[in-house]
């Protein structure tokens, strides 16, 4: 069975840093295009980042450019997002998805969800 499991979420103060883990089982992450979205109160879900199957070119949202990093170790079957200089509108549940397609932002295009984690920025 298919399933990708985050991790890493939590509370933290604005300023703060967490990485964030999706590990996969069933599968092997190596083919797949993984992203990482989020989805605030209210709002609807947004990519956030993500990371191409074939040379690791990555990408990120306007909105966490220079803050979060993308990064895949292969050999553990984990994507990682290192996020630093968090802010309140950071909170939100956070979800790894993995695409057959190739790197997007646009979460109608991934294949395979996890459950989320939730981050929460807050002093």
């Known amino acids: 069975q298919l399933q990708l499991v985050e991790s890493g979420g939590g509370l933290v103060q604005p300023g703060g840093s967490l990485r964030l883990s999706c590990a996969a089982s069933g599968f092997t992450l190596d083919y797949y295009a993984i992203g990482w979205f989020r989805q605030a109160p209210g709002k609807e879900r947004e990519g956030v980042s993500c990371?191409?199957?074939?040379?690791?070119?990555?990408y990120y949202a306007d909105s966490v450019k220079g803050r979060f990093t993308i990064s895949r170790d292969n050999a553990k079957n984990t994507v990682y997002l290192q996020m630093n200089s968090l802010k309140p509108e950071d909170t939100a549940v956070y979800y790894c998805?993995?695409?057959?397609?190739?790197?997007?932002?646009?979460?109608?295009?991934?294949?395979?969800w996890g459950k989320g984690t939730l981050v929460t920025v807050s002093s």
């Open positions: 990371i191409s199957s074939i040379g690791g070119s990555t």
């Open positions: 998805a993995a695409s057959e397609a190739g790197p997007t932002l646009i979460p109608s295009y991934m294949d395979y």
